[in-house]
C-alpha cells in the first residue's frame, strides 16, 4: 500500500489525522501533511478508513 495527498484539495476536516495519526497529520493551517507514504499493515486500515471518510478526496491508496 503506498498513499499520496493532494494538498491542495484539503478543506482541513481532519478525518485523515483522527483515524490514521501515525501516516496523517495536519499542519498550523489543518492542511494534511504525510508522515508515511508506505504505511504497514497495521495502520491500513485506518489510512482506508481516513480515505473513505475524507470529504475532499484529497487522500489516494495505491494497492500495490
Do not use: K, Y
Not at 500500500?1 to 496523517?24: I, K, W, Y
Not at 489510512?47 to 473513505?52: F, R, S, Y
Amino acid at each position: 500500500m503506498r498513499v499520496t495527498v493532494d494538498s491542495e484539495r484539503c478543506v482541513g476536516a481532519g478525518q485523515c489525522a483522527l483515524n490514521a495519526p501515525e501516516v496523517f497529520d495536519q499542519d498550523d493551517d489543518g492542511i494534511v501533511t504525510l508522515l508515511v507514504q508506505e504505511p504497514g499493515a497495521a495502520d491500513a486500515e485506518g489510512v482506508l478508513a481516513a480515505a473513505d471518510l475524507c470529504p475532499s478526496g484529497s487522500i489516494t491508496v495505491h494497492e500495490d
